[in-house]
């Protein structure tokens, strides 16, 4: 037999049905479907307002929408609507089997425990007591994502922008999770900074065979991240494909017009 | 005969510029081609006939209008045109090879674990991958200096090598080659018309754009006028 090749599987790890959310009057996002596959890096790309943080929001379990269905493949409960598992439930499938990388690492770690205590805490949360395994994995995914083990114990003002990304990049990828949603994980960062995140993330999704929703509004880490691309206007999504096809021969006016309008340098 | 790796039926590209009145450039239509194995099909047609557009919608990169292609992946056709892109992806991963003329690949990563990826992502171990890549590197004649480089900073000649290795490393039972000798001196060209012969000889299909004539007469099997299906305006 050839040697064992990774090839992803068919089965949708979430699947997106009509996935419909109003605030007030305004439009949030409006019927949106779309599975995503175990390995799979889906980009959402939009301009702001466009309903793309909207979408995320609603399908990390974290804004209930007016209409449609979130499913997921719970290891516990096999493919099940993520808003009709009771509140335990739910919260237990979003601390065991997924991430979520914030824009603003201030929204994803806490700002009062220790560099450390941020990526270990997930472990802990999920019933993790040896304290000496769980420093070890600790540095492990310090190391991993290039940071310098002899500061786990500063807490996470006394690191750059970067460096409190990399933190929280490691929590969120500590506990093996099987789907990370990431919400303009570069955005703040300088160019270089973000370059260098972008590389970690690359390989990181690459080697853990991840699948990841990413938001973002910059084509260029789009195509650096993703497979395939979803872009929104105004709540709905206006154009779906491969990555490369959609960047280098987009279909819809508004695709056409957000490829066209990058900046060469 | 064994079957065809690849059969482009009924093709149609036409551009739609929408934020230009809607402007259409029509490409071609109603194309038609298939290519066994050990086959090289060498696209001709001046510039603008539509060449690069071809091999783009094969591989899935540009969308045609009509028609279908399809590659033999795994034992079955997958028609590229409609797949999942999950599937593509797969095609993509281990039947589809392609190189352009530009290397458009991640500025930063070192040289040697560029052309060692395409082997990582098919599960070939580390070590294996690394000896693989070292020796295509070589092959190519890439200055050993240059291989824990990124080669953001290499010479067009240089770039277009690391591109050759990268494709060229995967034994993709087809491929498709925009013009890789472009800009390439006469050595490093006879060196990829060996690669190309050795692809060849190893039964791949191959689609290739090369305007250098001797490249050209080195490894075409057969001529393909893109012009013949031109589209109307």
């Given at each position: 037999m050839n040697a064992m090749v990774q090839t992803i599987q068919a089965a949708p790890l979430l699947r997106v049905e009509g996935l419909t959310k109003s605030y007030g009057h305004v439009v949030g996002c409006r019927d949106v479907s779309f599975e995503i596959r175990p390995g799979e890096v889906?980009?959402?790309?939009?301009?702001?307002?466009?309903?793309?943080?909207?979408?995320?929001?609603?399908?990390?379990?974290?804004?209930?929408?007016?209409?449609?269905?979130?499913?997921?493949?719970?290891?516990?409960?096999?493919?099940?609507?993520?808003?009709?598992?009771?509140?335990?439930?739910?919260?237990?499938?979003?601390?065991?089997?997924?991430?979520?990388?914030?824009?603003?690492?201030?929204?994803?770690?806490?700002?009062?425990?220790?560099?450390?205590?941020n990526v270990a805490e997930p472990l802990m949360n999920l019933g993790g007591r040896h304290?000496?395994?769980?420093?070890?994995?600790t540095i492990e995914w310090l190391e991993r994502v290039e940071?310098?083990?002899?500061?786990?114990?500063?807490?996470?003002?006394?690191?750059?922008?970067?460096?409190?990304?990399?933190?929280?990049v490691a929590r969120n990828l500590i506990h093996g999770p099987r789907l990370v949603f990431m919400d303009e994980p570069t955005g703040g960062l300088d160019v270089s900074v973000q370059a260098r995140l972008l590389d970690l993330l690359r390989e990181l999704v690459r080697d853990l065979g991840l699948a990841v929703?990413?938001?973002t509004h910059d084509m260029a880490v789009a195509r650096l991240m993703a497979d395939r691309l979803m872009v929104m206007k105004g709540g709905f999504v206006v154009e779906t494909g491969l990555t490369d096809q959609v960047l280098d021969d987009p279909q819809h006016p508004y695709s056409q017009l957000l490829v066209s309008s990058v900046l060469q340098i | 005969m064994s079957s065809p790796l690849i059969i482009v039926e009924d093709l149609a590209k036409t551009f739609v510029l929408h934020n230009a009145d809607d402007a259409?450039?029509?490409?071609?239509?109603?194309?038609?081609?298939?290519?066994?194995?050990?086959?090289?099909?060498?696209?001709?047609?001046?510039?603008?006939?539509?060449?690069?557009?071809?091999?783009?919608?094969i591989y899935g990169n540009?969308?045609?209008?009509?028609?279908?292609?399809?590659?033999?992946?795994?034992?079955?056709?997958v028609d590229i045109t409609r797949a999942l892109p999950f599937q593509v992806m797969d095609v993509r991963r281990?039947?589809?090879?392609?190189?352009?003329?530009?290397?458009?690949?991640?500025?930063?990563?070192?040289?040697?674990?560029?052309?060692?990826?395409?082997?990582?992502?098919?599960?070939?171990?580390?070590e294996e991958a690394r000896e693989r890549a070292e020796t295509l590197l070589a092959a190519l004649r890439l200055p050993r200096a240059h291989w824990g480089l990124p080669p953001a900073t290499f010479s067009g000649g240089e770039q277009q090598r690391v591109n050759i290795a990268r494709s060229f490393i995967r034994n993709y039972p087809v491929m498709l080659l925009d013009e890789p000798t472009a800009s390439l001196d006469a050595e490093n060209r006879a060196i990829v018309v060996q690669l190309i012969r050795?692809?060849?000889?190893?039964?791949?299909?191959?689609?290739?754009?090369?305007?250098?004539?001797?490249?050209?007469?080195?490894?075409?099997?057969?001529?393909?006028t893109v012009n013949d299906f031109k589209a109307a305006a």
């Open positions: 889906l980009g959402i790309v939009g301009e702001s307002g466009s309903g793309k943080t909207t979408v995320l929001n609603c399908i990390s379990g974290r804004l209930p929408p007016n209409a449609g269905r979130i499913e997921f493949d719970t290891s516990r409960f096999g493919l099940s609507d993520i808003y009709r598992l009771s509140e335990p439930d739910r919260r237990r499938m979003q601390r065991e089997e997924w991430g979520f990388v914030h824009q603003n690492p201030r929204d994803g770690l806490r700002m009062r425990a220790s560099g450390g205590a304290y000496g395994k769980m420093r070890a994995a940071l310098d083990t002899r500061r786990i114990d500063d807490k996470p003002r006394h690191f750059s922008g970067g460096m409190q990304q990399r933190i929280q929703i990413i938001v | 259409t450039i029509p490409v071609f239509a109603g194309l038609k081609l298939e290519v066994a194995p050990g086959e090289c099909v060498v696209l001709s047609g001046e510039s603008g006939a539509g060449k690069s557009t071809l091999m783009r919608s540009y969308l045609p209008t009509q028609g279908a292609v399809r590659v033999l992946h795994d034992g079955a056709y281990r039947t589809l090879g392609y190189v352009s003329q530009f290397l458009r690949v991640i500025p930063r990563i070192p040289t040697l674990q560029l052309v060692m990826e395409p082997l990582l992502e098919n599960g070939v171990d580390v050795q692809a060849l000889d190893r039964g791949a299909a191959l689609i290739g754009i090369f305007h250098d004539q001797d490249v050209r007469d080195a490894v075409a099997t057969r001529l393909f």
